[in-house]
């Protein structure tokens, strides 16, 4: 998919919160009928932060789209982007809007990127071929992120000089690659197939307002009449 296709948008975010997650939670649950605020909990409760993913130098919005929609899927709640020349864009009617949902972080370089992951406690591994580890192996890391690369160069040297391993999908036809968005979805869905260590509750409490901001019209402005109302 072309860069400068009308349907791409650049993808950052999501924007803060800007009150605190109670006050969002207290002024917006009634608007939305039970069977979404079900589904919002159901959600939150199968989002994991002990499984993050990074994507190094992405650079086709058909992919970054394809990407996105599988973490949203597989409850991986947030996705590290090391940002390519054109900037980390995705397709609307690829993405279905579920960039909305996730923490999509950029950063400039590699280096920024490990630093911020270390400090915060992952293992950081790399996706290659041949290498001998598999994602099954990986399972019982309890904070992992996990790192896919351009299109055509794969994971950029200097992010594998700071990773601390490699893994590679077992494969057993002729071909030696799979596209970067089939290979993420295998691999997620591998490492959160049994599950992943569930929310803090403020994290929970803080997701919980951002679904239900993204569910409801003009809901600062509905936050606005409740406080008038308070």
């Known amino acids: 998919m072309r ?3 009308p349907d791409v948008i650049e993808i950052e975010g999501p924007p803060p919160l800007g009150r605190p997650a109670e006050l969002v939670i207290e002024a917006l649950s009634p608007i939305v009928t039970p069977e ?3 589904r919002i909990d ?3 409760r199968s989002r994991t932060d002990g499984l993050v993913l990074v994507l190094d130098g992405i650079v086709d919005p058909h992919n970054s789209s394809a990407v996105l929609r599988s973490a949203d899927a597989f409850g991986v709640q947030t996705v590290h982007v090391i940002v390519g020349e054109r ?9 279905k809007g579920t960039h909305r949902w996730l923490d999509v ?3 400039e370089s590699a280096e920024a990127c490990a630093r911020h992951l270390k400090k915060d406690g992952y293992a950081i ?3 290659t071929m041949g290498a001998e580890m598999r994602p099954d192996d990986l399972h019982d890391t309890p904070r992992l992120a996990v790192v896919f690369g351009n299109e055509h160069r794969g994971v950029s040297p ?5 990773a601390d391993g490699t893994f590679a999908i077992p494969m057993r036809g002729f071909v030696e690659s799979l596209n970067i968005s089939v290979a993420a979805a295998i691999t997620m869905q591998t490492l959160a197939r049994d599950g992943r260590p569930r929310l803090a509750a403020e994290r ?6 951002r679904f239900l901001m993204n569910s409801v019209k003009e809901a600062d402005q509905v936050i606005e009449k409740f406080l008038g109302n308070d």
């Open 87 to 95: 900037g980390f864009r995705a397709s609307r009617g690829v993405s």
């Open 3 to 5: 860069a400068d296709d």
């Open 42 to 44: 159901e959600v939150v």
């Open 36 to 38: 979404r605020l079900e």
């Open 125 to 127: 591994y790399v996706a």
């Open 105 to 107: 972080v950029r950063y």
């Open 204 to 209: 929970h409490e803080e997701l919980k307002a």
């Open 158 to 162: 200097e992010m594998q000089n700071l």
